[in-house]
């Protein structure tokens, strides 16, 4: 962590911000997207299960349909690929999600 930013293997999270930059490339991401991609980075190298992801967003897993968490990591998904970070994200079937 830099001050203000977050050091990624590939890319710079801007916290000031709520960006993702890589090279001199540099998206806006909603703040549940932010909020993903900065949990999986601070648990990086182990798989974040579904439900500690939304306890992180919401403060609970209640109330909340499973498929909104499924709807964020794909917009992020979508955003990532434009940075040529396709793969940054990996689903483990069963478990979660792991950041490479």
Known sequence: MLGDKIVGKHFVLNTDKSTIEKDDK???LT???FRILKYLVQNQDRIVSREEIMECLWD???FIDDNTLT???T???NKLEEL???ELIQ???GQGYILL
């Open 26 to 28: 540099e998206i806006e």
């Open 31 to 33: 703040k549940n997207e």
């Open 60 to 62: 609970s897993e209640n």
């Open 71 to 73: 709807v964020n990591v």
């Open 75 to 77: 917009r992020l998904r």
């Open 84 to 86: 040529d970070l396709k």
């Open 91 to 93: 689903t483990k079937r």
